[in-house]
């Protein structure tokens, strides 16, 4: 099937600071994907649309200044989280569209931790 | 931002007993369910899925019913293991490129699996 990876799996960072997040997929080409935000107990929250060669599209209440998403190529969509603040501190999952456009595959998330 | 005290609500089940688990979702408009597997510190693993012109479907030991007239999803697990113990999220998607291909998830269920 097909593979979502994230780098890295877990950071640390001190509060003030940007923390950059990356997907890819590993097998397939994926023209969108999309970034989650998942606080402890909760759901997942969709956060963003990422688009190959065009701006992400963000959903209501998410900050596309805080939240900079690339994508750059066919494979690797980045989150660039900046300022990062403890309230920031989640666990961030990417996804990508499997062919048929109804599957998603997800990635193993990145655990974001803000001092 | 985060929810304090907010649990997921948890299914107590017997290794080898059959699991059930529920999910209402709320778009009428939604033609494509899925249900997800999320181990501690992983992403979302899918486990099976159905579309709106079916209400039922079968995988190996998981079986996933659609009631549309009431809009709930169930997914059941047979001879339950220690391997199923892990937060179960359903997911609603209007299918095809056009829609967007955005998933929206439901708030989830801890299955804790007694031996």
């Known amino acids: 099937g097909a593979v979502v990876s994230q780098h890295p799996s877990r950071v640390i960072c001190k509060s003030g600071t940007s923390v950059k997040i990356e997907c890819r997929s590993l097998?397939?080409?994926?023209?969108?994907m999309f970034w989650y935000r998942q606080f402890p107990k909760q759901s997942l929250m969709l956060m963003a649309t990422?688009?190959?060669?065009?701006?992400?599209?963000?959903e209501q209440g998410v900050e596309k200044d805080k939240f900079l998403i690339n994508h750059a190529s066919l494979t690797l969509s980045t989150l660039t989280v900046t300022s990062a603040h403890p309230e920031d501190s989640s666990f961030y999952i990417c996804?990508?569209?499997?062919?048929?456009?109804?599957?998603?595959?997800f990635g193993p998330g990145t655990r974001l931790t803000v001092l | 931002g985060e929810s304090v005290g907010l649990h997921l609500p948890t299914l107590s089940v017997q290794e080898g007993d059959n699991s059930i688990i529920n999910c209402a979702y709320s778009?009428?408009?939604?033609?494509?369910f899925i249900w997800y597997k999320q181990e501690s510190g992983k992403g979302p693993q899918f486990i099976i899925d159905?579309?709106?012109?079916?209400d039922k479907r079968q995988g190996q030991r998981v079986t996933v019913l659609l009631n549309k007239t009431v809009k709930h999803l169930s997914l059941q697990i047979a001879a339950t293991q220690p391997g199923d113990s892990a937060v179960y999220f359903c997911?609603?998607?209007?299918?095809?490129?056009?829609?967007?291909?955005?998933?929206?998830f439901g708030g989830g269920t801890r299955v804790l699996v007694k031996p």
């Open positions: 159905i579309r709106s012109n079916m």
């Open positions: 778009n009428s408009a939604s033609d494509y």
């Open positions: 990422s688009n190959e060669g065009s701006k992400a599209t963000y």
């Open positions: 097998d397939f080409q994926a023209t969108t």
């Open positions: 997911a609603e998607n209007i299918s095809g490129k056009a829609a967007g291909n955005k998933l929206t």
């Open positions: 996804s990508a569209p499997g062919q048929g456009w109804d599957t998603q595959y």
